[in-house]
């Protein structure tokens, strides 16, 4: 089988196109089943419209052939219920009573191209392959946009603690293999961040990154959430709902506090990862997948395993690769780095720098927030820092107590007055230029102006344009 593009590495480019006719003429159908399983199509044949909306709605197919004239649904009916629901197939219509009307209502609903009898097969076949083609397509552009939403570049991991530097190197060994990997470490450590660059490292960088964080979600949503429903499994399901599983294949599955998942969904979660298939909720037919597991948690697994909480034959399946991120306070080297780091990012094209008295304050700190709270307290820093400098009084943490910093309180001020001490700063750095002091700010030229008469600001003489 040959085509003209080259799928992404989340489309199966050996597996055969997979294709259902639907057609109520027996001796028809036959032939072009044939015809049609002779050209290495996977074909499915069905004789009525309620039959061939069960099949779509239960089974995964590229292309549909739908008669227009059909006995309980007809072709256009059955159009328009599938492409009302998630991923559907190409469809092409067939009809041996073809009007201009009925081709203009077919391609209204969504239909891929119409198709008059007597037709050649070579023509079946041409236009089938097209209609693949088209379906890749949309799935790489879908993919595509996922990707650009996630982020505009590969994430950064900033080290310069030899361990974390050789924990990368490990990343980069494993990435490509597509081997289950856990991820622990303390809230804020950079779990997230790892996940993502085995991700973007690895075979299925093209897939999707789809991730699940299992503690914040209900023990009875987290099934549907992970393995989808059927129409009809339980009352309010009014539509076949496509699990985290599905639209993962070809990518990437983030589990993030994998050990909240409760035991039954994690003996699930087993077979599905076992046989690379499972059943959504209320199905009875099986969905194939291919996904890469990553994993993460805070809680100590094993422990959960001797209370009875987690599954031990699923921590042997999720624990191929086991990566463990030490707290920031180990590895105080990384401290300043991090903190330049969040400069960068907060503080624009001319970010302010840190002070030596606000690097030791940084290094003394005993970080229980990890990462994460490093990086909250940098960006608060730089929209309270004045003159480009940031000392250790702008730092929203405190003197030392026994050795170490404690976290004080910000002074108390309103939303509007936080915006206020903002802009001010921001225009003192730009030298009250103000093109750049609004593109700094991420606001319009028109809505800082707004602003700088709002607040009762003044140029000070000789400064900006």
């Given amino acids: 089988m040959t085509s003209t593009?080259?799928?992404?590495?989340?489309?199966?480019?050996?597996?055969?196109?997979?294709?259902?006719?639907?057609?109520?003429?027996?001796?028809?159908?036959?032939?072009?089943?044939?015809?049609?399983?002779?050209?290495?199509?996977?074909?499915?044949?069905v004789r009525d419209g309620r039959t061939a909306l069960d099949a779509l709605r239960s089974e995964t197919f590229d292309v549909a052939l739908l008669d227009i004239v059909m006995p309980e649904l007809d072709g256009l009916e059955v159009l328009r219920q599938v492409r009302e629901g998630p991923m559907p197939p190409e469809i092409i219509i067939i009809t041996?009573?073809?009007?201009?009307?009925?081709?203009?209502?077919?391609?209204?609903?969504g239909a891929y191209d119409f198709l008059s009898k007597p037709y050649r097969m070579a023509e079946i076949d041409a236009l089938v392959r097209r209609a693949w083609e088209k379906r890749?397509?949309?799935?790489?552009?879908?993919?595509?946009?996922s990707r650009l939403r996630r982020a505009s570049g590969e994430p950064r991991f900033v080290t310069q603690y030899a361990p974390l530097v050789a924990m990368l190197s490990l990343i980069d060994r494993v990435a490509p293999s597509g081997s289950p990997v856990l991820v622990?470490?303390?809230?804020?450590?950079?779990?997230?961040?790892?996940?993502?660059?085995?991700?973007?490292?690895?075979m299925a960088a093209d897939g999707p990154f789809v991730d699940l964080n299992c503690a914040a979600l209900a023990e009875s949503c987290v099934e549907t959430e992970l393995f989808g429903v059927e129409k009809g499994a339980f009352p309010g399901a009014g539509q076949r709902k496509v699990g985290l599983l599905e639209l993962a294949a070809g990518g990437t599955l983030y589990l993030d506090n994998v050990g909240d998942l409760d035991i039954r969904t994690q003996g699930k979660l087993l077979r599905a990862l076992e046989t690379n298939s499972f059943y959504r909720v209320g199905g009875t037919q099986k969905t194939e997948i291919d996904v890469r597991v990553v994993a993460s948690t805070t809680r100590d697994l094993p422990a959960l395993v001797a209370a009875g909480t987690f599954r031990d034959d699923l921590l042997h399946r999720i624990n191929t690769i086991r990566v463990v991120l030490p707290p920031l306070r180990e590895r105080t080297v990384d401290v300043p780095p991090l903190a330049r780091h969040f400069l960068e990012q907060f503080g624009g094209?001319?970010?302010?720098?840190?002070?030596?008295?606000?690097?030791?304050?940084?290094?003394?700190?005993?970080?229980?927030?990890?990462?994460?709270?490093?990086?909250n307290v940098i960006e608060r820093a730089v929209l309270l820092a004045t003159d480009?400098?940031?000392?250790?009084?702008?730092?929203?943490?405190?003197?030392e107590t026994g050795g170490n910093a404690r976290a004080t309180p910000l002074a108390t001020l309103t939303l509007t007055q936080l915006e206020?001490?903002?802009?001010?700063?921001?225009l003192e750095r730009s030298n009250w230029h103000q093109g750049r002091a609004a593109e700094l700010l991420g606001i319009s030229p028109k809505t800082l102006y707004r602003k700088i008469r709002e607040y009762g600001f003044r140029r000070p003489a000789g400064r900006g344009s």
């Fill in 388 to 399: 480009g400098t940031i000392d250790a009084r702008d730092l929203p943490i405190g003197s």
């Fill in 96 to 109: 041996g009573n073809g009007t201009i009307e009925t081709a203009i209502a077919a391609l209204k609903l």
């Fill in 184 to 202: 622990s470490g303390e809230s804020g450590t950079g779990k997230d961040l790892i996940a993502r660059l085995l991700h973007q490292r690895g």
């Fill in 5 to 45: 593009l080259t799928p992404s590495r989340g489309v199966d480019v050996a597996a055969p196109i997979r294709v259902l006719i639907a057609e109520d003429e027996t001796h028809l159908g036959t032939i072009l089943e044939q015809f049609m399983t002779a050209r290495g199509f996977a074909v499915t044949i």
């Fill in 136 to 145: 890749i397509l949309t799935r790489d552009n879908v993919l595509l946009q």
């Fill in 349 to 375: 094209t001319t970010p302010p720098t840190l002070s030596p008295d606000a690097v030791g304050t940084l290094e003394r700190y005993r970080w229980p927030g990890n990462v994460r709270e490093l990086r």
């Fill in 420 to 426: 206020r001490q903002h802009i001010a700063d921001v």
